[in-house]
Structures are given as C-alpha cells and as structure tokens.
C-alpha cells in the first residue's frame, strides 16, 4: 500500500484554489448518473448527503438511528469556529490555521487544515441563510465567544445547543433533498461491511434494525461518515450507539486507520458516579470562559468548598498557564486536573473531581447574564447530580469525548481504498494529535457542505469505473460474511452479557492506555484484549433472533468490533514513542510535567494497513511537512 | 432500593403485546432511569430472557431519542427533562412503576417501548426547511436578525423532536412538534420567504399522518423537555390562516 | 390551499370552531344583556320583546344565521373529536393527565348538553310548547302556553312568561345547570378560541386568559341572576295582579 497524502502544490494559501481548478468536473447532466452511498447522518453525513443531491447525485443515505436527526453531531454544545474576525480582534484565516495546528501539536497536515481554516467562513453564512439560530447582539450582528486553545473570539453558538442546531440545519437540508426525492433514506439501517471491486469501493452491506433484514446497495461511491470510536473506553461523552463498527470493517476491507492513539480526554465532564454508569455527560468547555477551575492545596481536604478560605485553593490552570488561564487547552487542562487528583486534591467522591467554580462569575456579571449564558448547562448539571451549581462550585473529571483518529484519508478525503471516502470525525484528517474546543462542527460541515462534494466528483470524472453491479461476487460474499457473523453471535449462547464484555474492555482500556500511558500498561493492555476476545466469542451471550428487533444484536457486533479495534489503539499508543496532544506517554514528559514530543522520530501519521486475522497489521508512516509552520513546543504558559 | 416495574412488551408490530411484571432490585438513587432499565435488561439476558427493548442514545437530553411513557407520563413528568435525565432518586423504594410505548396511530410500536417516529420525519421533509442550496449565501451578517426574534426562533428550535408533545396529548396531536419548526423559521427572515406553502405542507403532512388535533389542553407543553411554549401552535395558526388568505398551492 | 381548506384541514376545522363559538358568544352576551332588561321592569322587556317579533326581515335571518352556526360549531366540534379519537386506537394502560384542565378536556360534553338544552330551551320560551313549561293549564294560561300572555298594551308579557317560567325550581334548576356548563364551555373556549386564530402572543397571552375568565364569569352570574331573582320572589307581585 502506497499512501499519497495527494497535497496540491504551490503556496499554501493557494493549494485549495489551485486543486479545485485542477479537479475534473462531472457535467450537471451527467451527475444524476452516479449514486453515491453515504454512511452515517451527522453533521457530515447528512451535509454531504444534501450537498451531493442538491449537485444532482442520486444519493442513498443510511443511519442506526430512527431518525437521521439523532445523529450524535447533536449533543455538541459550546460552538463552532470560523475565521470571521467579526469580533475585530485580529482574527484571520491563518490564525485560525495556526492555533489549530498548534493546538493538534503540530501532528496535523498543514494543508488541509489551511483548507479548514478557509471554508470555516463559508459554514457560518450557509448556516446563518438555512436558519441556524446563532446568538446575536442587540444590533441584530452575530455575536462570539471565546473557547480554548485561542486569544481570539472565534466561536459562534446558539445557546449550550450549538451541535443541535447545527445539525438540525444539515438535516433540514437533507430532509428537503429527501422529499425532492434526490435522497433515499434508510433510518434504522446499520452497515456492516463495506463491498470492494477490483479494488474499488462499490457498495455496502447492512442490516435493517427493525427486521433483520440484511441486504446489499450498490453505488459508485461510499462516504463514511460515521463518528468516532471514543465508546471503546465503555464510558465516554459519545451517545450509546456510537461505534467503531463502519470505519474497523472498512479497514479489514483495506483502508488504512490512522493515529488510533490519538484520544480526547474533554476535562469538564461530571464525575461518574458508580458502577451502574451508561454514559458520562459533558459540560461544554465554554463553561471555562467563565467558570475558574481549583483544587484544594491541602491533600484530602473534605471540607465544603465554601468553607475553604480563598488562599487555601489551587487554581491551577491559572497557575500554571497564565497566559490562557481556565482556557488552556483540551489535553493540558484534563492532564493538569488529573495530576491534581493523583495527587490525592481531587474533590467528590473517590477524590476523582475538582471544581469549576463560578462564585467569581456571579459576583462580576451577575446570575442572570450566567443563567442567560450558560442555564441549560447548569440545569443539566442539576439533574444529574442533584447540586445547583449557582450556589456551589461544580464537580467536574476528564473523561473520553472525541477521537482524533480514525480512516486515513488524502486530501481529497478519499482512504486507501479508492472510491470510499471518509468525512468527519471518522477521518483522522485535521486536528492532529488534540482537537481545539468547537473544531469538531467546523471539520464535520467543511468536510459535508464543502470538500467532500467538490473531491467525490473528481474522483467520477477522472477514474471512469464501471458501474456497480449488484450481481458481483463480492456483493454475495460480503452478504454471507455479514449473515455468518450474526448467525456465530446469536449461536454462542454463553454466560456473560455482550455489556459486560464492553465495561471490562472499556476499564481496561481507561486504566491502560487512558490519559496517561506507560509502555508497561500498553502491552498489558496488549496481552489482556485478546483474552477478552477470545473469552467474548466463546462466552458471550446474546439473546433474540434475527428476525425482530434485537438491541443485543447490534451491541454485540459493535462490542466485537471494538475488542479487535481496542487493539490496534493500544498498539499504536505502544509504537509511538512520544507524547503529543491527547497521547501522553509518561516515559516522554518534560521535567515540569509537560508532554515531550519528538519531532525527529515521531513527525509522521501512523497509518495501519490490515494483514489478516491474528497478524500483526503493517504501519506506514506519512511523513508530516510543514513549510509554513515552525514545528514548536506548544505552550500555554 | 427495590421496585416493581410493569412493562409494555410486544415482540414486533404484529404482536398485540401486553403488560408483564417485572422487579427491580439494588436500584441506587443516582442512577438515571434508563440506567435502571440497563440493570433489569442485564438480569433478564443472565436468565436468557429477552431485555426489554427501549430506544435511547445520547442520554444526556439533546438527542430526543428516549421516549417512554412513565407512570402514565411521557417522560416521567419531571419538568423540562427527558426520561434519560429522569433519576430514581425521584421514586421511593418500593414504588411500582408503569412503562409504556408512545401511543399514537402516527407512532407505531416496532417492538416493547420503540415506536417508529418516522412522520416527524416526512413532516419535515414536506416543508421544515428553507430551500437554500450549498453556497451562494450572503455573509452571515448581511442581514441583521432581531436578538428578540433570534432569541424566539432559538426557543423554538429547540424542540427535540422526540414525540412527547404526541404522547402526551389526549389527541394524540403532534401541533407543538410541527409548530416549533413552523415558528423557528416563520420568525427568521431568512425563513420569511417560504412561510405560506411550509406551513401548507406541513399541516397536510401532519393530518395525513393521522395526528389529532389541538384541543389546547397544554398537555404537550407541560412534559415537552424544552419547555416549547403553547404560544407557537398560535403562531403556527396565525401562520396557516395567513396561507389560507394569501391561497398557496 | 384556499378558503375552503377550513373545512378539510384540522387547523382549517379549529378556524371553523373558533369563528362560529366567536360569533355565538356574541351572540349569548347579546341575549344575556336583552333578558336583563328584565330588572328593569315590565314595560322595558316586554318593549324589547315586541321590537324583536315585530321585525321579521331581520329576526328570522337572524335565527337561520344563528342555526348555521350551531350546526358548524358542532359539526367541527364531532368531526373533529372522531380524528381526536381515532388518532390514538390503542388507549395508555395507565394515563395520567398533565396540565390539561376539566374543562378543556369535556368541551364535546359540555357543548353537546348545552346544545341539548338549547333545544329545551327554544321549546320552552320560543316555540312556547305548552308540555315544557311545567306550568300547567291555569286560568292564565287556557291551553297551557306561554303564548297567550299579554300585557296592557297587547303585547307579548314577556316579563310574565319569564317570571311563571322560572317559578318552576325544576326549570330554573335545569338552567342553571345549563348555564355552569356553558361557563365551564366558555372558560376554556374564550382563550382557546384566541389560541386557535393564532390571537394569542406572549405578549397578549396573560390579559387573553384574563378576559376568558372574566367574560364567562360575567355570563354566568347575568344569566343566572334572573332564575334565582325569580325563584327568590321577583315579579311575583305583577304576575299575581295578572291572576
């Protein structure tokens, strides 16, 4: 396997233009010609899926969900950044480049990040014009907030809901393309493999939720856009159905997973709170605009935090990154809370907490502007855990929440496989090693309204495949494949529940190959998972059939999914010898604690190719070049 | 603590279903509804019984996936919250707790607690949309938007979508559903342009659908988990009696 | 989608029902400020009543508009309550009512026994058919109805009719009865009808729910006061001197 990242040539400013001159076209009479097969209804799916039919594709879109509005784009909540500079604060398309890149730890590529960075301005106009409620000033002028990682007011929200209404616009656009009869949906549908031809993608296998139907669908193209894998750690901020399920069959189909190891580990979430725990919920990071985050100084101190005397608190971020304060990044601020808490400073139950304490906030802008800014966030705090965080500090712990990695793709997004193309957080494109806060919304709708439909007809024009047939080989192996798999599952019949499989993977995972990782915990972890496997396909049981709906069914697959997925993570976090971003490899930090990345050693994207079942699978190694980018330690202080 | 659940199974839509006693033991309080649910589910599969099929995904509120009918109330009538975010510190040891399904015509039973909420669906694509193709738009700021009018689009965008209003009402009506993305976009200029034929097929979408009618009861708008206010089904209305003056197609 | 989608679409059937109740309730508080001329004695209702009889080209369009609008209001109201039904085949093992008051919930019964009394009540003071007044044949009234009455002038006693009508408790009971309901109809019809015709605003929401209150209050106590101020003794004096 050869990986060519594709970048156009020329200055970086210019590499976007220049490509989408030099892609080939598809004549508009001719697009209805091609059928395009999207996966998965988030923000980048359902933005590609409408973009694409709106081009004049005939597009076929699939979704787990019932219906493609519940895509998991849905519980963002902070914002979305764009390069506007409507604040007049001296913002720009290169800033936005820059503290991206800075922010994924120099592990990203520089030209589709540049590329970003461009059509970030364009996503908010397409927003604004579909109906996007974005909060606005008094003057009627779209208002920003600032989020972590920038000096600069770059990020547009509509209330704590910013991925729902987002989304919601993506959705409203493919529902009109829906009943213009340009898309075809299938809701309640969950691929399962994904069909190659002469090494081409043409076409999926999936299996109807409802009846158990499985079945083939053809097309010239398939998009993933998927989501992420962050619910290998069992618990994360990730809705319950998010898997690893399209993007892991695909890579045993032949398209390269890049950087597994690179994980966010979002530190404002609510702690867990016992064993029983399905999910874990995540408090927008726009809460540290306002919010100041503190331990005690004293070790094991449980007094209340009202009764502890200001000079007795360790705001920590503050200390030790003064120059970003309460918003230094995603990586170093979950990292810092976690040293607080190994410390033995952690706050709530088990010391696994610190607090996020808005007394400050209060006194200087008053409740009510608190309540305005960020009330449904307090309210959903309230809930879970009973406390009103008007009165007392927040508890909040790092936990999982975004994946920076996922299926290699080049810069057309297209993965190793030619044909299938990859959008969203399921490519591992953009954000490098860490995700800056409100990145994610920007890259799912780049990607979805503005680059996936201008590549993907590159790809038509200038390859001439045959069309798909249905009748191929490979269509009917692929189908029996699938049903031999649902058939082993259902017939294993053993003792343990597929939940408890995915918890013990999940905690063993968290344990080893969490936020901080030793080589040690690593291949622990590497010995231990294909245990669990093992004991998962011998011991695991799964009730039903396959003719109903059947829940443990489609848990099942994805848990089997994920325990082989589990392995490629840790084994990508054991090669790469170095901490950068979300990868925090405790035999590489500075003496003060901070990540140590190796440039000379590490500057690459790890790529891995499948070799089969039980082989070790092959790295390839993507050379990163910067040419406008000095590669630096990145710091906050 | 220890509960008694009566629980609404039915194997698939054919099935006519029926209400089947289960208990629920070594609940604790800060476990969420649906976490409860997950603890019953796992002792049935240890018995290789069937757990009862329930649709959630986010649990967190947003997604608007969960939708069970809790004592007789969608959502479990804690105000402005869903049943994912519903805790069990909310009910004492030995309650006996009632779940059901949505019960609508337009909402079918695919299987115990998941109803098929596909017309909210086609209701959306009849009409919930402002037809703007990808580019081509003006800058975002070319056209200023009242914050008061931004801020009443953004209350009524909020709705998630996940069919209490239906469940709720003793019409089984879906007007706060379809009077949220009718007002959401009806208050936006941007969304002025099309407001006579979106609320035109809307409304009909609605009604073929089989959804009853507003009897103004406010039922919909005590358990909706946005707290969507009653005042856009008049907007709605006000917006449909325009379109019924104006004439559309 | 034109005028006539009222009467095929639901929102379209609200808009029937709003109009029609909003007419008929003109019409109530009109009849109900007519019939308290009663208090102002005699001569001045029994004016009013000569005026209304006396202008056929306007009391019996007047009676044919307002039987349109009581078969509209009710056709809706029924066509409506089926869809309301059939809307949900399957009924909630358990259902708890949230939010949702009496009275919004009973309007097709409230509505459906007012109408019924509606029709007593033509029989009874228009059509004056002798089997309902309970009154029976006295040596004011030969054949038993309220018809012969007349007043020194030669006109209709209305006053007379009302104040022998309302002597019997069961009739002046069954009024009464009727006319709770009908406030009960009202209380949730006023601001229902406002909600319906898309009136309703946050701004004007709170005064719209105010005046629906206060209105059918107001209709309330205006039509009752006349059955209980003759039961109490009012009029008895003048229908005595008739005797």
């Known amino acids: ?637 | 603590m220890n509960l008694t659940l009566r629980v609404w199974r039915q194997k698939n839509a054919g099935d006519p279903g029926r209400m089947v006693e289960y208990p629920a033991t070594g609940i604790i309080p800060d476990m969420s509804f649906l976490e409860m649910l997950d603890v019953v589910n796992e002792g049935l599969i240890a018995k290789g019984e069937e757990p009862i099929a329930f649709d959630s995904d986010c649990r967190e509120g947003i997604c608007g996936t969960c939708s069970l009918v809790i004592n007789g109330i969608a959502h479990g009538g804690q105000r402005g919250t869903t049943c994912c975010q519903l805790h069990m510190r909310f009910f004492k040891d030995g309650d006996v707790i009632t779940i059901e399904p949505w019960r609508a015509k337009g909402f079918p039973v695919l299987r115990d607690l998941v109803t098929d909420r596909g017309a909210f669906d086609r209701i959306v694509q009849s009409g919930g949309f402002i037809s703007v193709n990808t580019g081509g738009t003006p800058d975002a700021n070319a056209l200023p938007v009242s914050k008061v009018d931004s801020d009443r689009a953004m209350d009524a965008a909020a709705c998630i979508g996940c069919g209490a209003c239906v469940a709720a009402c003793k019409n089984a009506s879906a007007m706060l559903f379809v009077a949220a993305k009718v007002s959401h976009l009806a208050q936006l200029p941007q969304g002025k342009v099309e407001r006579t034929q979106r609320v035109t097929n809307m409304v009909k979408q609605m009604d073929v659908e089989g959804f009853g009618n507003c009897t103004v009861t406010g039922s919909c708008e005590a358990v909706c988990p946005k707290e969507i206010s009653l005042d856009f089904i008049a907007q709605m209305n006000r917006e449909y009696g325009r379109a019924i003056l104006k004439g559309t197609k | 989608m034109n005028i006539t989608n009222v009467f095929a679409s639901s929102i379209g059937k609200k808009f029937l029902m709003a109009i029609t109740g909003l007419a008929l309730f003109i019409f109530v508080a009109l009849h109900m400020v007519g019939n308290l001329q009663v208090f102002l004695g005699p001569e001045s209702i029994n004016r009013y009543g000569a005026f209304l009889q006396g202008n056929l080209e306007l009391i019996w369009p007047a009676r044919i508009g307002l039987l349109v609008l009581v078969l509209l209001h009710i056709w809706a109201a029924v066509k409506l309550s089926a869809e309301n039904r059939a809307a949900r085949p399957q009924p909630y093992v358990k259902h708890e009512i949230v939010a949702a008051s009496y009275a919004s919930r009973t309007m097709l019964m409230s509505g459906l026994i007012i109408a019924a009394f509606i029709v007593y009540h033509l029989l009874h003071f228009t059509v004056q058919v002798p089997a309902v007044n309970l009154v029976g044949q006295t040596k004011l009234l030969p054949t038993g109805s309220f018809a012969a009455l007349e007043d020194a002038k030669g006109r209709h006693d209305i006053f007379a009719m009302m104040v022998l009508g309302f002597q019997r408790p069961l009739v002046s009971v069954f009024y009464i009865i009727a006319m709770a309901l009908l406030f009960m109809h009202l209380s949730h019809g006023l601001s229902a009808m406002f909600q319906s015709l898309g009136l309703k605003s946050p701004t004007y929401g709170p005064l719209i729910a105010r005046f629906a209150v206060i209105a059918s209050w107001l209709i309330f106590l205006g039509y009752v006061s006349i059955p209980i101020a003759i039961l109490l003794g009012y009029g008895s004096k003048y229908v005595e001197a008739l005797k």
């Open chain 1, 1 to 637: 396997m050869i990986l060519d990242s594709k970048i156009p040539s020329g200055p970086l400013a210019q590499k976007w233009e220049k490509h989408k001159f030099d892609m080939k076209l598809v004549n508009p009479a001719n697009k209805r010609k091609f059928e395009v097969i999207v996966v998965g209804s988030g923000l980048a799916g359902a933005s590609a899926a409408a973009t694409m039919a709106e081009l004049g594709y005939q597009v076929k879109c699939f979704c787990f969900q019932d219906s493609p509005r519940r895509a998991h784009s849905i519980a963002a909540q902070g914002g979305i950044n764009a390069a506007k500079n409507y604040q007049n604060d001296g913002d720009s398309v290169h800033r936005l480049f820059y503290d991206t890149i800075k922010g994924g730890d120099f592990r990203a590529r520089e030209a589709n990040v540049y590329r970003l960075a461009q059509v970030s301005v364009n996503i908010i106009d397409q927003c604004v014009a579909q109906g996007v409620p974005f909060a606005r000033e008094y003057g009627g002028l779209l208002t920003n907030r600032s989020f972590g990682g920038a000096q600069v007011s770059r990020t547009f929200y509509a209330r704590g809901q910013t991925g729902q209404q987002l989304l919601l616009g993506a959705y409203q656009a493919l529902s009109r393309q829906i009943g213009n009869g340009n898309v075809k949906m299938y809701p309640r549908t969950e691929m399962l493999d994904v069909v190659v031809v002469d090494g081409h993608a043409k076409g999926i296998v999936v299996r109807d939720l409802v009846t158990g139907e499985i079945s083939a669908h053809a097309g010239d193209a398939v998009v993933l856009a998927t989501g992420g894998y962050g619910n290998v750690f069992y618990l994360s901020t990730n809705a319950r159905g998010c898997n690893v399920t399209a993007t892991w069959r695909a890579y045993k189909k032949g398209a390269a997973f890049a950087n597994p190891c690179y994980t966010q580990i979002h530190p404002t979430c609510i702690p867990v709170s016992g064993d029983h725990q399905s999910k874990l919920t995540l408090m927008s990071e726009s809460l540290r605009n306002d919010g100041r985050v503190w331990a005690p100084k004293k070790k094991g101190d449980t007094r209340r935090p009202d009764q502890i005397p200001e000079d007795e608190r360790d705001y920590f971020l503050e200390r030790k990154y003064p120059s970003f304060g309460n918003l230094a990044p995603r990586d170093i601020s979950s990292r810092a809370a976690k040293e607080a808490c190994d410390e033995g400073r952690g706050v709530g139950p088990g010391g696994l907490g610190v607090y996020l304490d808005f007394a400050d906030a209060i006194k200087r802008l008053g409740e009510e502007t608190v309540r305005e800014r960020y009330g449904n966030l307090f309210q959903m705090y309230e809930k879970i855990t009973g406390e009103d965080a008007y009165k007392t500090p927040m508890r909040i712990y790092p936990a999982v929440h975004y994946t920076m990695g996922g299926t290699w793709v080049d810069y057309n997004l297209m993965s190793s496989v030619p044909g299938l193309f990859v959008i969203g957080e399921a490519n591992f494109s953009d954000h490098g090693a860490n995700r800056l806060g409100a990145s994610a919304l920007m890259q799912g709708l780049a990607d979805g309204y503005f680059i996936l439909p201008y590549t993907i007809g590159n790809y038509f024009a200038s390859e001439k495949q045959p069309k798909p047939n249905l009748a191929h080989p490979e269509f009917k192996k692929a189908l029996e494949s699938v049903e031999a798999m649902t058939k082993r599952l259902l017939s294993i019949n053993g003792k343990r529940s597929v939940t408890s499989f995915h918890r013990e993977l999940g905690k063993l995972i968290w344990d080893k190959c969490g936020m901080a990782r030793t080589q040690q915990s690593l291949k622990e972890a590497l010995a231990r998972i294909p245990e669990l496997r093992a004991e998962f396909w011998k011991n695991v049981k799964v009730t039903g059939d396959n003719s109903n709906l059947n829940q443990d069914l489609e848990a099942a697959g994805r848990v089997a999914d994920f325990l082989e997925f589990g392995e490629l993570l840790c084994l990508d976090a054991l090669t790469r010898e170095e901490s950068c971003g979300g990868h925090f490899r405790v035999e590489h930090q500075q003496p003060d604690g901070e990540a140590k990345r190796d440039d000379e050693h590490f500057s690459f994207v790890s790529a891995w190719e499948y070799q089969g079942p039980g082989k070790t699978p092959l790295l390839h190694k993507e050379p990163l070049v910067y040419e406008e980018v000095h590669m630096s330690t990145r710091s906050y202080k």
